[in-house]
């Protein structure tokens, strides 16, 4: 069993208003110190196979197949050994 962490942002070339958002607040309180504000999703997940590269394999597929979009995100993952997690 392993657990993927997921972090998908907004690509370097696509606008992020709610980053820009949250820049402009910041900014207000904390004069300049923070800028380059981008928001994005993580995702946790706990994959159930017998090898790294296969749980590496499943989690790559789901990312290009439906958690993000590969035209305007783009996406890292750990992976890390994970004891069974009951449902």
Known sequence: MY?????????QSILDPEGKA??????SMIEGAL?????????????NADSREKAHELVENACKKMLANPVMEDYTFTLE??????A
């Open 3 to 11: 657990k993927a962490n997921i972090t998908i942002t907004l690509r």
């Open 35 to 47: 800028s380059n504000v981008r928001v994005g999703k993580h995702i946790e997940l706990f994959v």
């Open 22 to 27: 949250i820049e402009q607040a910041l900014g």
């Open 81 to 86: 050994e994970a004891e069974t997690v009951s």
